[in-house]
C-alpha cells in the first residue's frame, strides 16, 4: 500500500502540534511543499498575521523550502488552532442586470457601477429601477443580493 503524498495540513501540522521533522517527509512531499501557500495558510491566524508578514521575504525565495519548515517548526507554538480561511471578494456580487442599468444611468463603468450600489441605500436603487419601467417583482429579484 502506497502512503498518500503530504498536503498542506499535513505541513502546517507537522510544524506546529505535531512538531514533525522535515526528515521524517518522503521526497515527493519535500517537492509539494510550498512556502507561498504555507505563508498564506499561517496568515489566516490573526496572531501570526505580524510575524507571517516579516519572514515572509526571506521564506520566499530566499531560504529553501527545508529551511523554511525548519524556521517555522522551530518558531510555531506546538499547539493544534483552528484557522478559518479567509476568501477573496465575491465577483457576482449584484445581479448583472442590476449593475448594467446603473451604469448605463450614471455613465460609469461596471466596477465603479458596483461601488455606486455598495454606496446606494436599497431604496434609491428601486426608486432608480422603476423609473426605468421594472416591475416590483424584477426590482425585487434584482436586489436580492443588496443590504
Known sequence: MTK??????????????????????TETDHKKFSP????????????LIEIINQLQKYTIGLLTPRDTYRLYHGL???????????????????DKQLV?????????SQAEAIDYID???????????????????EIKTMLKGKK
Request: glycine share 4%; net charge positive; charged share 25%.
Open 4 to 25: 498518500k503524498p503530504a498536503t498542506i495540513f499535513d505541513f502546517i501540522n507537522g510544524m506546529t502540534h505535531e512538531k514533525k521533522e522535515w526528515s521524517k517527509y
Open 36 to 47: 507561498f501557500i504555507v505563508n498564506r495558510w499561517l496568515s489566516m491566524r490573526m496572531e
Open 76 to 94: 510555531l507554538p506546538a499547539q493544534r488552532t483552528f484557522a478559518k480561511y479567509i476568501k477573496g471578494k465575491k465577483e457576482d456580487k449584484y
Open 100 to 108: 448594467s442599468q446603473i451604469a448605463d444611468h450614471y455613465l460609469v
Open 119 to 137: 454606496l446606494m441605500p436599497k431604496d434609491s436603487c428601486s426608486s432608480l429601477l422603476s423609473m426605468y419601467g421594472y416591475t416590483q417583482k
